[in-house]
């Protein structure tokens, strides 16, 4: 029997290619598994794109959100491609809980990524926008590639020399606008520590670098979906740099020739950390159903807790499955002990004798 495993991360609990090992490890020997590391863009992007591209990981010394000095990785590929996990710089994990202020969180470190991958030849980026501490609609970024170029005063002039050949993809599924009241502030500066005057004043204050940055560059795309990414991030790609939006997944399914794997599969396996009706609206398992569909092969749903199980069902997946026993509250099902447990259970109970 052969499966194809295309999981997510479990975030903070398991990374994608550590919940493909447990399963293969745990699983009998008379499965043919064929293991896909996946990321929609966020945790865990830079490592499964990097193994999907035969590249290299390298380290640099960049500012972290409160601009303290931090060693961030990124990655290269053979032909020259940076892999850039903004989180790695500007990450929410990369501050306390106490520590968290989006008033002050900065994308400075991104620029200093992306000024280390000029330097090393780099014109081609794909940039991950999931996990950041941030919303300063990526002004930390741009000043931080300002200041590389002492001699330049604005940064158009430095994109129009300096950068005019260089290529940006961000892997990402998030299609806010900038601003208003599905924008970076109102829907993600909650979640990083913004209290409800703090989300006014950010939103505001994103604004009026729309108004600032539509001058400058004669265009405005602050209401482009993807463009409150990433705390704002991704509009300061679409409007500085002219970046163009991919699904993280769909990027990542087409480098590793996902549907040439399926040929003569009998089983596709792909999963999150919560699965529910959000799971349909593009996120990575529903990318795999869609193209797997196609190929009418039956796709299963893992997941560390799952809800909306009938409507996941009648959108394709033939089976949907929590792992996470009810009584287990999730401060302990996010463990890592603890998930790898409840994988062992769930393989030895469902893998066994797989039955598709």
Not at 8 to 36: P, Q, R, V, Y
Not at 337 to 346: D, G, L, P, V, Y
Request: hydrophobic share 40%.
């Amino acid at each position: 029997m052969k499966i194809i495993l295309a999981t997510d991360s479990f975030k903070g609990c398991m990374t994608s290619e550590e919940i493909e090992n447990a399963i293969c490890s745990l699983s009998s020997g008379k499965i043919e598994f064929h293991k896909i590391p996946m990321s929609d863009g966020g945790e865990g992007m830079l490592e499964t794109f990097i193994a999907a591209m035969n590249g290299e990981i390298v380290e640099t010394t960049v500012h972290d959100p409160l601009m303290r000095p931090i060693t961030a990785k990124y990655g290269i590929t053979t032909d020259g491609t940076a892999i850039i996990e903004t989180a790695k710089a500007c990450g929410l994990t990369l501050m306390s809980p106490e520590e968290r202020n989006p008033m002050t969180a900065t994308t400075y470190g991104v620029g200093e990524l992306i000024i280390h991958a000029l330097h090393s030849g780099c014109r081609n980026f794909i940039i991950g926008l999931g996990g950041s501490g941030t919303s300063d609609s990526g002004t930390g970024m741009l000043k931080a590639i300002l200041e590389n170029y002492p001699s330049e005063k604005d940064i158009k002039n430095v994109i129009e020399k300096e950068m005019s050949h260089c290529r940006f993809t961000l892997a990402s599924d998030v299609r806010n606008p900038l601003y208003g009241a599905n924008g970076a502030a109102y829907t993600f500066a909650p979640q990083k520590g913004a209290t409800r005057e703090i989300v006014i004043e950010l939103d505001k204050r994103a604004r009026k670098f729309a108004e600032k940055s539509a001058v400058i560059m004669g265009k405005d795309t602050s209401n482009f979906p993807g463009a409150g990414a990433a705390g704002g991030l991704g509009y300061a790609f679409l409007q500085y740099f002219n970046a163009t939006f991919q699904s993280g997944a769909d990027l990542l399914l087409d480098l590793t020739n996902f549907e040439g794997l399926l040929d003569g599969a009998d089983l596709v396996i792909t999963g999150e950390g919560h699965a529910d009706n959000q799971t349909l609206m593009g996120k990575l398992p529903e990318r795999v159903l869609r193209r797997t569909l196609t190929h009418n092969i039956p796709v299963w749903l893992i997941a560390g807790r799952a809800s909306h199980c009938e409507e996941l069902r009648s959108a394709g997946f033939t089976e949907v499955f929590s792992i996470t026993p009810d009584c287990m509250p999730t401060e302990e099902a996010v463990k890592p002990e603890n998930a790898r447990a409840n994988i062992r259970k769930w393989v030895e109970t469902y893998l066994s004798k797989p039955v598709v």
